[in-house]
Nanobody
Framework: QVQLVESGGGLVQAGGSLRLSCAAS????????MAWFRQGPGKERTLVAS????????RYGDSVKGRFTISSDYAKNTVYLQMNSLKPEDTAAYYC???????????WGQGTQVTVSS
């Protein structure tokens, strides 16, 4: 089993920055991709960014390109999401996900709330 624990959420003003972290433990040898998703109030959960565990193959949702950066630290089993130029519409619960392949996300964290005030 894989456990994912997110941290770093909070309240920030528009234009500000936050960095989310996701620490993986357990059977991390089964993980080849990790990702961040988000779900705003009354909205579906959508992909924000994904990355290969080796730090390659990054992908971003259109709404965050140029503002968010996903990165990984394989030695620490941790993935980060650096969020800059935050907007009120970025307000959501952010979830870390992991799996054996892109698009296959059997493991999920509990989520961390990000609130951007205008």
């Amino acid at each position: 089993q894989v456990q994912l624990v997110e941290s770093g959420g909070g309240l920030v003003q528009a234009g500000g920055s936050l960095r989310l972290s996701c620490a993986a433990s357990g059977r991390t040898s089964s993980i080849y991709y990790m990702a961040w998703f988000r779900q705003g109030p009354g909205k579906e959960r959508t992909l924000v960014a994904s990355i290969g565990w080796a730090g390659d193959s990054t992908r971003y949702g259109d709404s965050v390109k140029g503002r968010f950066t996903i990165s990984s630290d394989y030695a620490k089993n941790t993935v980060y999401l650096q969020m800059n130029s935050l907007k009120p519409e970025d307000t959501a619960a952010y979830y870390c996900a992991a799996g054996p392949g892109y698009g296959d996300w059997p493991h999920w964290g509990q989520g961390t709330q990000v609130t951007v005030s205008s």
